[in-house]
């Protein structure tokens, strides 16, 4: 265990951030997964608006710096070549 005060603090900080990076990851996932199911399912239309959403919420994973930009814009380039390809 730590015995400085600061590095206490660091400790607790790094849990909460990690349980924060967790949460953000399996949501990420999940909303990846619902484009896909929709792709595999051959419906444009709600892969669009799918899309639509997992480009929202992957930028703001960027922003929160949970992803890295040019992660984020692999993500986002791929999922688009796919349901384009609907």
Not at 31 to 38: E, G, P, Q
Not at 71 to 83: G, P
Request: no cysteine; net charge positive.
């Amino acid at each position: 265990m730590a015995n400085h005060k600061s590095s206490i603090k660091r400790i607790r900080q790094t849990i909460v951030r990690s349980e924060r990076n967790r949460f953000y990851r399996t949501r990420l996932k999940n909303i990846v997964k619902d484009v896909r199911s929709a792709i595999t399912a051959g419906n444009k239309e709600e892969a669009a608006s799918a899309m639509g959403v997992a480009n929202k919420q992957i930028q703001k994973f960027v922003s929160k710096g949970v992803l890295k930009k040019e992660t984020a814009a692999r993500k986002i380039s791929r999922l688009h070549r796919a349901v384009n390809a609907i």
